[in-house]
């Protein structure tokens, strides 16, 4: 069944007077049956102006997306898509049996065949074959109201490649162990296109991206399966002079804003480490921590329902962190309206305490793959710029806090960059760079903390930069204790 593209006939906009019962003889359905599509069992005056539908078409469709861990679509894996109904009660029949039941392989681009539920509350559970477990259950939860569509990312890479057997010669000893080939270097050699065969139907139409498999021999002769990944292409982030902070830039700093040397070394300290800077196979690069609110933020949600690893209403889980679940409507790239199930903040004044569920229990339990929820280090960083900013560059760049005071792209107009893009580019020259943004984030973003950094209010100052959750790290802490080590020296 392909993707149904919902019309405005579709839908009614609820008047006062209206009952389900008007509604149903007006367009020639049965009131029961706009009740089940619509989860609502009478009209109150609360739902002037609301939008219904009139045809489970248009907002109980529901398809699965399978990805690979680098989030390639996976073709040919066999999966079941059951769905129970909701009895007379409102309630699922306890007996476990499905009502419906769909089964079949993925296409080249993933995707499952789409169904049709009765309901939004509909339970739907999707399957997939595993050769060594066999059928697995790897999601389960209610239809939902809107055409939806469930990603379901793989830990692992799945590619299509031949073997064959190395034929021994005469007094030849074949080791029992395979020499591991030296791993790739951006540095040295950046395969945005690599030789070989697209494993990937997204590579396939773009010809740039997915994992690549070549049929090949080795030296001696041997057949042997060439597997090429996707490179981080850093080539656009390639401008590092080698430039390092001098006492002068500090003092120039610290006078510009009329603060201590010392505090500025020692925000430096907290944010970065030992430097700005850290390198990728040969390629030297800024810092980088990607942000997935604030890229669902800048792209209005459009891709959130397919990439939550890069966008998402809230930030990456933490473990010490406390959540409940949530909905909200989002507009898809096609434009439709889509209800979306994801995990909030838990707030004590609008929450119920016994709907909430701490971030080790949901990172432990899997109800949120730890991959996809938790925060990056390093490279990993990257490899999400690299993949987000095929979707929107600029909201890509802005997403991300750069360098050693880990400043946000979003700011970067502000503070006088032309665009996300080149404040990035700018973070990737040297240190010297990264010290002006951070004067200019002082005086253009946040003159408040200018204050705080004069008067060494150190809790001002982590609020002022870090946000109110400062605490969380203890980054007044860590300022405080940095700021006296090199008040010292």
Known sequence: MSRYTPKKSDFHIICEGDTFEKIATKYGFKSAELKRINGMNKITRKDFGRRIALRKEAVCGIQGLVLDAERHPIRGIKYRICVQKLDATRKLPSSGTYDQKKEGKTGVDGLTVRIITESPRDLVDFWVWYPKEGWKLVRSGPSGYGERRITMLSPYVLVKAKTAPHEKKPGEIISPTMKEAPRYDPGKD??????????????????????????????????????????????????????????????????????????????????????????????????????????????????????????????????????????????????????????????????????????????????????????????????????????????????????????????????????????????????????????????KISPGIIPHMKDKNFAGIARAYNGPGYKDYNYDTKIENAYKKWSQK
């Not at 080698?242 to 907290?270: P, R």
């Not at 970065?272 to 209005?300: C, D, Q, W």
């Not at 707030?347 to 709907?355: L, V």
């Open 190 to 443: 950046v395969q945005v296109n690599p030789e070989g065969e697209v494993q990937a139907w997204w590579g396939k139409v773009s010809e740039k991206f997915g994992w690549r498999v070549k049929d090949t021999k080795t030296k001696e002769g041997k057949p042997v399966a060439v597997v090429t990944a996707d490179g981080l292409d850093l080539s656009s982030l390639d401008h590092y002079t080698g430039e390092i902070l001098s006492e002068k830039h500090f003092k120039d700093a610290a006078d510009e804003l009329g603060i201590e040397v010392a505090l500025i070394k020692a925000i430096n300290e907290v944010e970065a480490g030992s430097s700005g800077f850290m390198k990728i196979g040969k390629v030297t690069v800024p810092k980088i921590l990607y942000e997935r609110h604030k890229f669902h933020k800048f792209t209005n949600g459009k891709y959130t329902q397919d990439n939550p690893d890069l966008s998402y209403p809230t930030p990456y889980i933490l473990k010490k962190g406390t959540y409940v679940k949530s909905t909200m409507k989002l507009k898809s790239i096609s434009g439709e309206d889509v209800d979306f199930a994801y995990y909030k903040r838990y707030n004590k004044k609008t929450d119920k305490a016994e709907d909430a569920i701490s971030g080790k229990q949901l990172l432990g339990e899997k109800v949120r793959a730890s991959g996809v929820n938790t925060y990056a280090a390093g490279e990993e960083n990257y490899k999400r710029l690299m993949r987000s900013q095929k979707l929107d560059k600029e909201a890509a760049y802005m997403c991300c806090s750069w360098g050693a005071f880990q400043i946000l792209g979003e700011y970067a107009t502000i503070m006088g960059y032309a665009s996300a893009v080149d404040f990035g580019e700018k973070m990737s020259q040297s240190e010297a760079e990264q010290l002006k943004a951070f004067v200019l984030y002082c005086q």
